[in-house]
């Protein structure tokens, strides 16, 4: 037997004891205006009317007390259909939260599968990250007491060259040592074809001076790393259609400005090696 078919049976009984109590009440009523009639009012009959005038107070109070009870009944039952409700809607959720989970497992494995593929494309094509890290930091250790830094880090190889190596302060002219340093970056550019690269100038936070023909560091540190890019075009023959040029001003700092340390550091091009993804996809797809 459910809540709110219980509740019903409750409210049944109340009804039938309330019907049964109001016709004897009515019954004692009709008895005593007899007794009273034929003989007369006395202190029992008195005494019975008070009674029943008193039974009439508690049928009124059980109306009451019904009338809460079926109040109540109600609300329960509205509380029910409510967790009813709650219930199927978590149900449908986890159910959907299921499938949510078994699509990205899915797509997981397939992410897992194509880097795999990639890889192994790589590979194929002599195309290792690690690899090319080890030769470039070989290949400029010449350098690397002149502010020269190559890493690797997520997947993608950093050539970092400071500007007291490649330009002037407040200048965006290379100088022979910079141009000596990017012929052996050219070298490495060069032997890899399907690398993307990437070059970023940076600086510090000191504003620069104006009368040298720059308007903030935006302009200082792009046409820095245009002046990289001219000379691997114009004097090393890398190709232009791998390699795009940006400046970063001083919001990418790699020490802290506060000190001449810091700004030193600061004041740097980076030369950002990433595998060309695109070419290696058309030629998974092309082996498939």
Do not use: H
Not at 52 to 61: A, E, K, R, T, W
Not at 178 to 200: D, F, K, M, R, T
């Amino acid at each position: 037997m459910d809540q709110s078919y219980q509740y019903k049976y409750n409210q049944t009984d109340l009804t039938f004891n309330l019907a049964y109590m109001r016709n004897l009440v009515t019954g004692l009523m009709i008895l005593t205006s007899f007794a009273m009639i034929s003989c007369g009012p006395n202190k029992e009959l008195i005494s019975t009317r008070a009674k029943v005038d008193s039974l009439g107070n508690i049928v009124n109070q059980l109306n009451s007390q019904i009338g809460q009870l079926n109040t109540q009944v109600n609300q329960l039952n509205g509380s029910v259909a409510t967790g009813n409700a709650q219930i199927a809607q978590l149900k449908n959720q986890n159910v959907v939260a299921m499938q949510e989970a078994s699509d990205c497992k899915q797509a997981k494995e397939a992410v897992a599968r194509r880097m795999e593929e990639l890889n192994q494309a790589m590979e194929a094509n002599g195309i290792s990250m690690k690899e090319i890290r080890r030769k470039a930091a070989e290949a400029l250790v010449q350098f690397a007491n002149a502010g020269v830094d190559v890493s690797y880090k997520n997947g993608l190889v950093y050539i970092s060259m400071q500007d007291a190596l490649l330009f002037n302060p407040g200048s965006a002219k290379l100088g022979k040592n910079g141009q000596q340093a990017l012929s052996v970056v050219a070298e490495v550019l060069n032997e890899n074809p399907n690398l993307l690269i990437y070059v970023v100038g940076n600086t510090d936070s000191v504003k620069v001076v104006r009368a040298k023909g720059f308007t903030d560091n935006w302009s200082l540190s792009t046409e820095r790393a245009n002046s990289v890019v001219r000379v691997l075009r114009d004097q090393y023959q890398v190709s232009m259609d791998r390699v795009t040029a940006a400046g970063r001003a001083k919001y990418n700092p790699v020490a802290d400005n506060s000190t001449e340390e810091g700004r030193a550091m600061n004041r740097r091009t980076d030369i950002i090696l990433n595998p060309d993804l695109s070419r290696l996809w058309d030629l998974i797809d092309k082996q498939q």
